[in-house]
């Protein structure tokens, strides 16, 4: 399969702190999306972005396919951005199945 | 209007029997999905179907059997509990899959806490 790996594991931010999270991914991809895992569990949809950026309010995204990897930028975090971030890809070659690394838990306090 | 939902929300259930979970979803979409979230939060791919015909199914036991009575909706019967299926079960859905030559976006139900007592 393909190695999809994540850094930082863990962040602590101060709430109004800015931060930059990174995804690593081993093989050619035609779909990357960004999920914000709440402390409730739910899966929220950030971004589906294959390549290119994305802006969506104080988050946004950028992938670079060729060099293979993609950032997620949160600006100004609130303590609801708190929970665990996942970045997900679908090789290029084979089926449509998401490939999870294994996540960054952000926690932002007051 | 909820797009992807499953039920139940919360199944707590004893060794040896068999239950099953339900998604549906609302938006049209061809291809559903069922992931897995283990107690490290991994989550990892099961099954795929695409217009009800399975297209993916990784290394799963037997004892987990999809069922796709038609395309909105993709239900998972599990027989025979073990302790080690306790996770949180994901439904997910997109409008096709990569054999058409595109990628498209998923997009997850709320998800199922299975916990096998």
């Known amino acids: 399969g393909i190695q999809v790996e994540q850094s930082p594991p863990d962040l602590i931010l101060q709430e109004g702190a800015n931060s930059t999270l990174r995804c690593n991914f081993s093989?050619?991809?035609?779909?990357l999306q960004w999920f914000h895992q709440n402390p409730w569990g739910q899966l929220i949809n950030l971004f589906y972005?294959?390549?290119g950026t994305k802006q969506n309010g104080r988050l946004s995204a950028t992938t670079v396919a060729t060099e293979r990897y993609s950032l997620l930028y949160i600006s100004s975090s609130q303590t609801t951005d708190s929970g665990v971030y996942f970045c997900?890809?679908?090789?290029?070659?084979?089926?449509?199945?998401?490939?999870f690394g294994t996540g960054t838990r952000l926690t932002v306090i007051p | 209007d909820t797009a992807v939902s499953q039920t139940p929300k919360y199944l707590v259930t004893q060794m040896g029997n068999d239950k099953s979970i339900k998604c549906e979803q609302n938006?049209?979409?061809?291809?559903m999905y069922w992931y897995k979230q283990d107690s490290k939060k991994f989550l990892k791919i099961m099954f795929s179907?695409?217009?009800?015909?399975?297209?993916i199914n990784e290394t799963v036991p037997n004892r987990f059997s999809p069922k796709s009575p038609d395309k909105a909706h993709l239900n998972l019967h599990i027989n025979s509990l073990e302790l080690g299926d306790s996770a949180v079960y994901f439904c997910?859905?997109?409008?096709?899959?990569?054999?058409?030559?595109?990628?498209?976006?998923?997009?997850f139900g709320p998800g199922t806490r299975l916990t096998v007592t």
């Open positions: 093989d050619s991809v035609n779909n």
């Open positions: 997910a859905s997109s409008q096709g899959w990569s054999g058409s030559g595109r990628a498209y976006e998923q997009y």
């Open positions: 179907y695409n217009n009800k015909e399975l297209i």
């Open positions: 938006l049209g979409h061809d291809t």
């Open positions: 972005i294959p390549s």
């Open positions: 997900a890809v679908v090789r290029q070659t084979g089926a449509n199945n998401l490939f």
